[in-house]
Each structure stands twice: as structure tokens, then as C-alpha cells.
């Protein structure tokens, strides 16, 4: 037998080069650190307590029954479409049709892949919000889309309106919106959304916009896009189950839109996870009928929680960027003579125990975040005053 000829283009590496220069996620590299160090992890967003205890027993309840064991509905199972399209008229007064106007997904991550890869051909140009969460700059470029970002500064990360119009192109396609913001805890306000809406309008742009922070609003309130007058035809809304409920494991997301939205994107889901999260997608129905004094807690705990880690972050000798919501507080390292928060984060387990998130890696202009450092406050209030006390030897 003849030896194998090696490939034509031996010297290609194995990685897409669309995909080249994100690597390892940077929650993968911390929280990594924060094991082999032993040390409080504020960097990875997700709780460490569980949510509501009889959520978690309705999950058990339908594995027990044999409820979605094996494979779910490709849009979900009607029960937990029936809840989201619920939820939407109880919160927002927006109607949609669960049959064709929700689709269940492997958590908002996979939402996002799914309309980015559906939504978007190769050229395509994409404004998003940066700081972004790193999964939004991957997922357009698989798309082989050009993303281009409207930069919140600090110290309010405010949105330039004038800026955002400037930046759309005769190949705009989309605007991609995410609020409340992760990482800088920026919600948009009703008249910033208003004039959003305006220019999508009149450049006849479609939005993806990533709510999964939306019960976590401490000041003010959460306004949907898609509730704005034009907005619901061209606007595909993402949430999950996660953040709210703090079962983060089990990745039950979602989105709501027009059915055409719906079934372009469900088209890229097929192919993506298919189905996922049969039985509990049955406990999220049920989380999401819950009443509101469950909202309403959950809000003030974290909100509690959010100020005693700022005052601790303060203390430390940090300048503090007070989040309106999420469960994420931006700093400004450079009061304590830091310059490079990717450094100051990696050596930060040595120095107190403590893992934190730089914002850099969610910037392409870097030098705008080359200072600001992010931490969770989604943590039992014992393990941030024990990371308070730590932080004190900076």
C-alpha cells in the first residue's frame, strides 16, 4: 500500500482562523486559578448557593415521571413556552404566540449563537456594545461577519447616540444590545432605547438584544426593545433561567420575536444543540409563575450584597462604578498605581485570595478597559466579607 501524502496545505493549522484569536475563555483561565490557589472566586458569574428548593424538586418531579428524559420538542416543551409567552404579557404587557413566537434554547449562549449564525451572512457589519461578553465577538465572527463596537466609557458607560449612527453602514445588518450590561451594570433607559429604536427604524435594522439581567435592575426598571412602538417586527429578545433563578447548571434559555425571526433562527439551533434540558425545562415553567415576593427578594439580596462589596472594593483603595444592575461591579485599578488589569487580575490570588475578571479581554479596543477589573457579587454574604477582609491587604 502506497504511504498517505500529507494534506496540500500541511502548514494550516487545525483551528478555523475565524476562531484563532479568542483561545481559552478568560472564566475558564480564572476560575481555573481560583481552584489550584484555593482562592475566592469573584471573577465567574454564577451563584453559590442554589435556587428556590421547590424549583429544584420540580426538576427531580419530572425526571421522576419521565417527563423530558428523552428528547424534548425542537421548540421547547409547550409548557415552558406557554410560561415565557406568560412572562412576557405578566412583566411587559408584550404578547407572543408560544407556538410560534418562542423558542427554547442551551441557555442565552446558545440563543445568541443560533440568531447571530441565522441572522447574519459573511460581510455583514454588526454594532455592539463593548465592553461585550466574549461570546458575542466569537459568534459573529463564525458568522463570518465584521463587528464593529460602540464603546461605553467610563465613569457612566453611557452610550453615544450620535457616535451609534455614525457607526451604521449601508452594510449594517444588525445592532446587537445587551442591557442590563454585563460586565459594566449600565441599564439602558427608555429614552436611549427610544432613539435606538429610531435609527433601526429608519435604517431598517434588525436587533438582537440579550436581557438575561433583566429582574436584576436595582434602580429604576427593565424596558424590553421590543416593547417600543415598531420595534416587536424586527427585534429578537433573549433571556434564560439562569441568572434569575440561580441554576445557572442547567442552561435554559429562550427567545421571543415574530415567528419568521423565530424560524430563521430555530433553523441555526437544529443544527447547534438540537434539543437540550428536557425535564428541566418543565422546573423553569414553573419558576417563572413564580410570585412576585420571590422577584422582589432576590432583587434586594443582591442589591444588599452589590453595596456591601462596594464599600469593601472602595476600602481596598479602588474606584467603584456603582451597577445599576446585573450582579457584576466594574473597578478602576489605577488608584492603587495599576496600569494592566490582566496582570493585576493573574497576580491577585497571591496577594489576597481573591479572583477577579479584567474587562480588557471583553474590549477590542483594549487601552479603553486596559485599567478596569470586574467582580460577582452572586456569592453567599459570609464569602464576600471573608473576600472584603482579604481585599484589605491591597
Not at 461570546?135 to 450620535?162: E, H, K, N, Q
Not at 429610531?198 to 435594522?205: F, G
Request: with cysteine; net charge negative; glycine share 8%.
Amino acid at each position: 500500500m502506497a504511504p498517505m501524502s500529507a494534506p496540500a496545505d500541511s502548514d494550516r493549522p487545525f483551528l478555523n482562523r475565524r476562531l484563532a484569536a479568542f483561545g481559552t475563555t478568560i472564566f475558564a483561565e480564572m476560575s481555573a486559578l481560583a481552584a489550584r490557589t484555593g482562592s475566592i472566586n469573584l471573577g465567574q458569574g454564577f451563584p453559590d448557593t442554589d435556587g428556590p428548593a421547590e424549583i429544584a424538586e420540580a426538576a427531580v418531579r419530572a425526571i421522576r415521571d419521565g417527563r423530558g428524559n428523552q428528547y424534548p420538542p425542537g421548540p421547547g416543551v409547550p409548557e415552558l413556552r406557554e410560561a415565557i409567552a406568560a412572562h412576557q404579557q405578566r412583566f411587559y404587557g408584550l404578547g407572543y404566540d408560544p407556538d410560534t413566537e418562542v423558542l427554547v434554547t442551551a441557555g442565552a449562549t446558545e440563543a445568541i449563537a443560533a440568531a447571530l449564525l441565522a441572522l447574519l451572512e459573511p460581510g455583514d457589519e454588526v454594532i455592539a456594545l463593548e465592553p461585550f461578553y466574549d461570546s458575542y465577538a466569537a459568534c459573529i465572527a463564525m458568522a463570518g461577519a465584521v463587528r464593529v463596537p460602540l464603546t461605553l466609557r467610563a465613569p457612566d458607560f453611557r452610550p453615544d447616540l450620535d457616535a451609534l449612527r455614525d457607526a451604521v453602514t449601508p452594510r449594517t445588518r444588525l445592532l446587537l444590545l445587551n442591557t442590563p450590561h454585563n460586565p459594566t451594570g449600565t441599564v439602558l433607559t427608555p429614552e436611549e432605547l427610544a432613539a435606538i429604536a429610531e435609527l433601526a427604524i429608519e435604517r431598517d435594522l434588525l436587533v438582537v438584544t440579550d436581557e438575561v439581567y433583566e429582574h436584576l435592575v436595582f434602580e429604576g426598571g427593565h424596558t424590553p426593545l421590543a416593547s417600543l412602538p415598531g420595534m416587536r417586527e424586527r427585534t429578537v429578545t433573549i433571556s434564560s433561567a439562569g441568572k434569575t433563578f440561580s441554576f445557572t447548571g442547567w442552561k435554559v434559555g429562550w427567545i421571543t420575536a415574530p415567528p419568521a425571526l423565530v424560524s430563521a433562527v430555530r433553523s441555526a439551533k437544529q443544527f447547534l444543540t438540537y434539543v437540550s434540558s428536557g425535564p428541566f425545562q418543565y422546573a423553569v415553567a414553573e419558576a417563572l409563575a413564580l410570585p412576585d415576593a420571590y422577584y422582589d427578594a432576590f432583587r434586594a439580596d443582591l442589591a444588599a450584597k452589590r453595596d456591601l462589596l462596594t464599600e469593601g472594593l472602595t476600602a481596598a483603595g479602588l474606584r467603584v462604578f456603582r451597577p445599576q444592575g446585573t450582579y457584576f461591579i466594574t473597578t478602576d485599578i489605577s488608584p492603587l498605581g495599576e496600569k494592566d488589569g490582566l496582570a493585576f487580575c493573574r497576580a491577585l490570588p497571591g496577594r489576597c485570595g481573591v479572583v477577579a475578571i479584567p474587562n480588557q479581554v471583553f474590549y477590542d479596543d483594549q487601552e479603553a478597559g486596559a485599567t478596569q477589573v470586574r467582580w460577582a457579587f452572586c456569592k453567599k454574604t459570609e464569602v464576600l466579607r471573608e473576600a472584603v477582609d482579604r481585599l484589605r491587604a491591597l
